[in-house]
């Protein structure tokens, strides 16, 4: 059973990077069958994906958050990352990690969520 | 990018009684790409449907999907206690991959 969980600071100051880590357990990240993504809810809103990143590092981005994300792979840890930059309130979110396929992009497993505040 | 429209935006119905959840596309979903994800609180989404109207692995077939092009709806014929959340569409027919504002069902 694959399992995901999000790390990380749960408070990020205005203007600062807000980053989080993504362990992936009873699978293997390096598998090339799916992509692994972040996708985030504001406080009482819907969904919104982040962006994905494939087994070899390929990586797409959602064009409304481009210019400021950037999601890596540790295949040594079983590990995918986010880092979101210039971060403003509008960014405090639940932050979710997740495994697609790569024909069809359909969230299977997720992990429970990470709620990241950004305030001085 | 496809924005998609969920109503009604609250359903309040009582256990037994069916539930029928509306999706609405600006666009066409390629290939009936379209998902559907029952939220709980404070737990993540899980899948329930895709491709418009195929179960998930596990999941009842009191819950059905149906539709095309821009309108899809979620059905649930008797709603058990277990159905009361928040259920989301999304479609993967194109990116980037977007996400209904969702439609909260709760006990009447």
């Known amino acids: 059973q694959v399992q995901l969980q999000e790390s990380g600071p749960g408070l990020v100051k205005p203007s600062q990077t807000l980053s989080l880590t993504c362990t992936v357990s009873?699978?293997?990240?390096?598998?090339?069958?799916?992509?692994w993504s972040w996708i985030r809810q504001h406080p009482g809103k819907g969904l919104e994906w982040i962006g994905y990143?494939?087994?070899?590092?390929?990586?797409y981005y959602n064009p409304s958050l481009q210019s400021r994300v950037t999601i890596s792979l540790d295949t040594s840890k079983n590990q995918f990352s986010l880092k979101l930059s210039s971060a403003t309130a509008a960014d405090t979110a639940v932050y979710y990690c997740?495994?697609?396929?790569?024909?069809?992009?359909?969230?299977?497993?997720w992990g429970q969520g990470s709620l990241v505040t950004v305030s001085s | 990018e496809i924005v998609l429209m969920q109503s009604p935006g609250t359903l309040s119905l009582s256990p037994g009684e069916r539930a029928t959840l509306s999706c609405r596309a600006s666009?066409?979903?390629?290939?009936?790409?379209l998902a559907w994800y029952q939220q709980k609180p404070g737990q993540a989404p899980r899948l329930l449907m895709y491709?418009?109207?195929s179960r998930a692995t596990g999941i009842p077939d009191r819950i059905s999907g149906s539709g095309s092009g821009t309108d899809f709806t979620l059905t649930i014929s008797r709603l058990e206690p277990e159905d009361f959340a928040v259920y989301y569409c999304?479609?993967?027919?194109?990116?980037?991959?977007?996400f209904g504002q969702g439609t909260k069902v709760e006990i009447k």
């Open positions: 997740a495994r697609s396929g790569i024909v069809v992009v359909l969230f299977d497993y």
């Open positions: 009873g699978g293997s990240i390096s598998s090339g069958r799916y992509y």
């Open positions: 990143i494939s087994y070899s590092g390929r990586t």
């Open positions: 666009q066409s979903v390629n290939s009936n790409f």
């Open positions: 491709a418009a109207s």
């Open positions: 999304q479609q993967y027919g194109s990116s980037p991959w977007t």
